[in-house]
């Protein structure tokens, strides 16, 4: 295996003006040197591959030999893999197969990865110059981009569905099996692959490739980097620089926090390219830049979970309302990408914060991404009280966070050890062996965290190196214990930092360490009165059930939006709540009885509806259930009128919801996407914190009535936008002239528009195409937001 990438060292290849691998570089293990032992995080592993090996590689082969004209031996799977993302999930199995014959030496992953390489490389040889990809019709649109033909959008290229994000994820999964699986096949396509791409890129100027990358892009800069570390040539450096998107970039060179209303995980992996090209180049400014992006949104955009975001971008730091009442919460890719950034800046400075957020994201989103019966990956994870969440299943779902998902789980091993010299550091209380072959040492690390609260090493071998034992934040000061074969170690570290320990070890040397464990409380990062509890390094949540009799059904179709828990929500005035003069009620919370983790709930949590006789338990063993994270807390004084004001708030937005038959938020990525956006001369921002879309000739939306009872098309705007007329048609059957005049003030407004039964007569399969047509000179929008909905409600503010 690879050492080379595994642990990413810094300047570890002769590039122009770099030197040779400095001896104390902070390196993590290869994969193939960990091995997981019994816990959840083993469990998790064990499922995913059982879930990766159901899956039918033919079928996700079947866009890449379309692509070069030959003959699949199978149909493409549906959902994002039939409907232009065609391929993406083929670049993600590699990457998955890889890990897991890295991390567990299974036999039928590699057997399986080596047939995936060999299929691939017939549909790359071929193409004949290097092209490799799903993307239906891509090298026709390669070849119209290296005219000058460029029309980006933020999630389409030259009408194409993000295709530069779909190419990235072969380009990656090419490179982890030359990493993971040592294969040279590999990396010989890789670097044909790479040569085609900078053919490409060398044929446009740099204003040309800024423009194409305002689509999404993926971590192209990251891959050519890695091409550039792997081969020592620099000219993949170069490329890696040019792909480097300076929208996103200058901002945070500056340290401004420009982010709020972007596409979240689309920035996160441009920040990983830009530390790893600041790694290879020395380039303090680019890796200042990719710290300032971690910190800003580790420190004010991430909930307890780990994870970030809303429909899946971020919204205003100061205002997390949103993340408690929309039912699409943070999106399990973003923190896998998160995490690649935290292990990247932890390899460049070891300190402990970066393994604390680490800790939090792996447990409570990872690892609770995943349904530990049937191995079926989230999407979105609902912080809203007592919502839920949708889980794929291997033949059915083909999302962005099933390609990242089936990756997450055979990386749970890459971080519990990293090595700096003589310094062994144990950054994570995962139960596993370590092999550190350089040492002649092996570690077993055996614990029952969380619902025990210790851990022990045992040493095999004999040796003189330093450990490095992470004192976790978690555990109160003056409270941690180590002893080493029985003699307790004097503890001069505080909390959040590492625990030093010196010595010449010996075969059967066993270290002892106790790490006390207590319930806290973590407020919604804006300061509203929400909190989530925290038990060590786990979340807790509960079941909340407030509809009796209630039948969800937890596992998505195959339908675009299927990964969205689109069921009932419940009004959050019904929702339990903690009434208490001040937070101290934490203190009454007791742990149960049992060799699992469950705490009680304390009389300050007022219940009903349903939801009596609550326990706390792990987020990651609640599944199949609505839950709640996310806990309002009141006085007892101000519990009335907080009461009325959820009352009234919930009120209305639970009426629309029931209303609505089907929604898009324009200019948001993923329902554009769904909605199967389409459109010409098309342009898509964001003000005041709302995104919108408008155009100088025409776009439209799939918007789904399967029952044909629309009577209402609800169409939000902005209050001063002025001189705009158009027309809205809905089947070709045009349903509005609309003027845009300025005159309804600096606030966003609503208009509904009756739906014609014309519009119902000829709608297909419960399908409205709905679009906006631009009068001339003039633009069609700015649409700030489009419902279709049952009966005729009053038109909503804003």
Known sequence: MKKLLLSLTL???????????????????????????????????????????????????????????????????????????????????????????????????????????????????K????????????????NELVEGDIRADL??????????????????????????????????????????????????????????????????????????????????????????????????????????????????????GYKRVGDLTHDDQWQDAAEYFWNEVVENRTVAIGGNSVREHFHDTDDFSSMIEDVEGPETCNTYNMLKLTRLLYLSEPDARYMRYYERALYNHILSSQNPDTGGLVYFTPMRPSHYRMYSKPEDAMWCCVGSGIENHSKYGEMIYAHRGDELFVNLFIPSTLDWEEKGIQLHQENQIPDAENTTLTVTGNSKFTLKLRYPAWVTAGEIEVAINGKAVVVNAHPGSYITIDRHWKDGDRVDVQLPMHTETEQLPDGSDYFALTYGPVV?????????????????????????????????????????????????????????????????????????????????????????????????????????????????????????????????????????????????????????RHSSDWFSYQLKDPNKEAETLRITYYGQDNGR??????????????????????DFYSVDYPVPATVLKQADNGVIELKFVAGKDSVAGGIYGVRLMRATGEPENG
């Open 11 to 125: 300047s570890s290849i002769a590039l122009a003006g770099c030197t040779s691998k400095e001896p104390a570089t902070m390196e993590t293990f290869p994969l193939s040197d960990v091995r997981l032992l019994e816990s959840p995080f083993k469990h998790a592993q064990d499922t995913n591959i059982e879930y990766i090996l159901a899956m039918d590689p033919d079928r996700l082969l079947a866009p890449y030999l379309k692509e070069a004209g030959l003959e699949p031996k199978a149909e493409n799977y549906g959902n994002w893999e039939n409907s232009g993302l065609d391929g993406h999930i083929g670049g993600h199995y590699l990457t998955a197969l890889s890990l897991a014959w890295a991390a567990t030496g299974n036999d039928e992953a590699k057997q399986r990865l080596d047939y995936m390489l060999d299929e691939l490389k017939r549909a790359q040889d």
């Open 127 to 142: 193409s004949g110059d290097g092209y490799l990809s799903g993307v239906p019709g891509g090298k026709a649109m390669w």
């Open 155 to 272: 999630f389409t290229l030259n009408d194409k569905w993000v295709p530069l994000y779909n190419i990235h994820k072969i380009y990656a999964g090419l490179r982890d099996a030359y990493i993971y699986a040592d294969s040279q096949q590999a990396l010989d396509m890789l670097i044909a692959l790479s040569d085609w791409g900078a053919a490409v890129i060398g044929k446009l100027s740099d204003e040309q490739v800024q423009q194409i990358l305002k689509s999404e892009h993926g971590g192209l800069n990251e891959v050519y980097a890695d091409v550039a570390e792997i081969t020592g040539e620099e000219k993949y450096l170069d490329i890696a620089r040019q792909l480097s998107h300076r929208e996103i970039l200058n901002p945070l060179e500056q340290r401004q926090d420009k982010l709020t209303g972007l596409h979240a995980n689309t920035q996160i992996p441009k920040v990983i």
């Open 540 to 692: 807790l949540a509960a079941k909340t059930q407030p509809f009796a009799n209630e039948h969800l059904d937890y596992f998505a179709d195959d339908s675009r939006m299927g990964h969205i828990a689109s069921g009932p929500m419940c009004p959050q005035e019904q929702m339990p709540m903690f009434v208490s003069e001040d937070l101290g009620f934490v203190e009454q919370i007791q742990r149960l009885p049992g060799e699992k983790l469950a705490l009680s709930t304390p009389a300050s949590l007022k219940t009903g509806n349903g939801n009596n006789n609550l326990q706390l338990i792990p987020f990651f063993r609640l599944h199949e259930a609505r839950y709640t994270i996310y806990w309002p807390y009141s006085t007892p004084q101000e519990l009335a009128k907080k009461q009325r004001i959820k009352e009234e708030e919930d009120r209305a937005r639970l009426a629309l919801a029931q209303q609505t038959i089907d929604k898009v938020a324009p200019g948001e990525q993923q329902p554009e996407a769904d909605h199967f956006f389409a459109g010409a001369a098309t342009e898509a921002g964001v003000h005041r914190g709302r995104h919108w």
């Open 725 to 746: 007329h158009f027309r809205i048609l809905a089947n070709n059957v045009e349903i509005a002239q609309v003027k845009l005049e300025g005159n309804r003030g600096d």
